[in-house]
């Protein structure tokens, strides 16, 4: 999940600086028309790099978030099948089945093993998926508990508990 975080933090930025050159850029054309024609080429560039790259960027980043949230559906979610993920996110199998593939490819997604209809965990990564859907629950909030070396932690209500707390 780091790696897309980061690509999508890239995106972001990148995103809103090509915007912010678009605008900055508009009112540098008329103000410096016929005085400075440097600052006035400056500005046109500004428009056309803005006018031309921010739809592409920002498209970008959405469909960065859209394969983010794929992710975690099969993480923190579970959902393994392209059918279980599609109609979690009321989207379409096949784009699924492209955001995965894609994914996979950009290394977003590891540890699995995907037929194009549905992703099995590796051995490697079968314990630890297999420790965290035996959810265990916290008798103080109901919040899901992370397993620590002493026992079991609440992230919502900050309790710590000894195994012999939790069943």
Request: aromatic share 10%; charged share 20%; net charge positive.
């Given at each position: 999940?780091?790696?897309?975080?980061?690509?999508?933090?890239?995106?972001?930025?990148?995103?809103?600086?090509?915007?912010?050159?678009f605008i900055v850029g508009i009112p540098l054309i008329p103000l410096f028309a016929g005085k400075n024609w440097v600052i006035m080429t400056i500005g046109?560039?500004?428009?056309?790099?803005?006018?031309?790259?921010?739809?592409?960027?920002?498209?970008?980043?959405?469909?960065?978030?859209?394969?983010?949230?794929?992710?975690?559906?099969?993480?923190?979610?579970?959902?393994?099948?392209?059918?279980?993920?599609?109609?979690?996110?009321?989207m379409k199998e096949k784009e699924v089945y492209l955001e995965i593939k894609n994914a996979i490819n950009k290394g977003y997604i590891f540890g699995y093993?995907?037929?194009?209809?549905?992703?099995?965990?590796?051995?490697?990564?079968?314990?630890?998926?297999?420790?965290?859907?035996?959810?265990?629950?916290?008798?103080?909030?109901?919040?899901?508990?992370?397993?620590?070396?002493?026992?079991?932690?609440?992230?919502?209500?900050?309790?710590?508990?000894?195994?012999?707390?939790?069943?």
């Amino acid at each position: 999940m780091k790696k897309i975080n980061s690509d999508i933090r890239k995106i972001f930025v990148i995103s809103l600086i090509v915007t912010i050159l678009f605008i900055v850029g508009i009112p540098l054309i008329p103000l410096f028309a016929g005085k400075n024609w440097v600052i006035m080429t400056i500005g046109i560039i500004f428009v056309v790099i803005g006018f031309y790259g921010s739809p592409i960027l920002w498209t970008s980043y959405a469909s960065k978030k859209r394969t983010k949230r794929i992710i975690q559906a099969i993480e923190e979610e579970n959902l393994y099948t392209n059918a279980d993920i599609a109609s979690h996110l009321q989207m379409k199998e096949k784009e699924v089945y492209l955001e995965i593939k894609n994914a996979i490819n950009k290394g977003y997604i590891f540890g699995y093993k995907y037929n194009g209809q549905e992703l099995v965990i590796n051995n490697a990564k079968k314990q630890v998926k297999e420790e965290q859907i035996s959810i265990k629950k916290c008798i103080n909030c109901g919040g899901r508990l992370e397993k620590t070396s002493n026992g079991w932690h609440c992230p919502y209500c900050s309790m710590d508990f000894s195994p012999n707390d939790i069943n």
